[in-house]
Nanobody, 122 residues
Framework: VQLQASGGGLVQAGGFLRLSCAASGRTFSSVVMGWFRQAPGKEREFVAA????????LYSDPVKGRFTISRDNAKNTVYLQMNSLKPEDTGVYYC????????????????WGQGTQVTVSS
């Protein structure tokens, strides 16, 4: 699976962005999808994950209630709707695919996209 993330940009605090991650191949519905982010000088952290057909989702505490992960298997795409953005949401956002069970752990994800920059100004 090859992944291409897009939709990042510069936004003011309180604003919103929607990230997209397009996957190649015919096996998109066979993988769990996740979003991770990495701020400058910090380790990569889990943001959200969604099961193969969207029945289950997981969110990190800092984004719960503000971000929504969804997927469209017909379009081989996973989305991350980010509302009420805060400066601490700034970072490079990566999408990733996991052939196993839905997880918050980055080491279980087998394939990664190149990342898209999100910058939230105060």
């Amino acid at each position: 699976v090859q992944l291409q993330a897009s939709g990042g940009g510069l936004v003011q605090a309180g604003g919103f962005l929607r990230l997209s991650c397009a996957a190649s191949g015919r096996t998109f519905s066979s993988v769990v999808m996740g979003w991770f982010r990495q701020a400058p000088g910090k380790e990569r952290e889990f943001v959200a994950a969604i099961s193969r057909y969207g029945a289950s989702t997981l969110y990190s505490d800092p984004v719960k209630g503000r971000f929504t992960i969804s997927r469209d298997n017909a379009k081989n795409t996973v989305y991350l709707q980010m509302n009420s953005l805060k400066p601490e949401d700034t970072g490079v956002y990566y999408c990733a695919a996991d052939k196993g069970s839905i997880s918050t752990m980055s080491q279980w994800y087998d394939h990664w996209g190149q990342g898209t920059q999100v910058t939230v100004s105060s």
